[in-house]
């Protein structure tokens, strides 16, 4: 069970490992959109958007539900959510430690 939760993991982020997929999820934390939404407000071009939408539904990551000739996207679990608000969490972590090597450093250059 364990290596099988690990390759479900591994799936699972490589999933997200793209730019244009984690604009797609927050854009759809804040609520469902069809393709044209999506494409209007990341700024791409519609087969680039359905290609990373296709990707994610074949994750299970987002739903798409035919309403009439659209399609509507949603995430499938909002616990993606809170994944996306960690994930910027622990960015912020870095930025913060990197900040402060970088001040040390600029404190011992001033030093010298």
């Known amino acids: 069970m364990n ?4 390759r479900f993991k591994a799936e699972f982020f490589k999933a997200l490992a793209h730019p244009l997929r984690i604009k797609i ?5 804040d609520g469902d959109k069809n393709v044209n939404e999506i494409q209007n407000l990341v700024g791409s071009e519609g087969s ?3 290609q990373h939408l296709t990707v994610l539904r074949a994750k299970n990551i987002v739903t798409g539900t035919k ?5 509507i996207y ?3 679990d909002p616990m993606i959510i ?3 608000s960690v994930a ?3 960015f ?3 930025l913060v430690d990197t900040i402060t090597m970088l001040d040390k450093f600029i404190d011992t250059e001033n030093e010298e």
Do not use: C, F, K, Y
Not at 3 to 6: A, D, G
């Open 3 to 6: 290596l099988e939760m690990q």
């Open 25 to 29: 999820l927050e854009l759809l934390a």
């Open 48 to 50: 680039a958007v359905s």
């Open 67 to 71: 309403d009439g000739n659209r399609v």
């Open 74 to 76: 949603s995430l499938r």
């Open 82 to 84: 809170e994944l996306l």
């Open 88 to 90: 910027r969490q622990i």
């Open 92 to 94: 912020n972590n870095h």
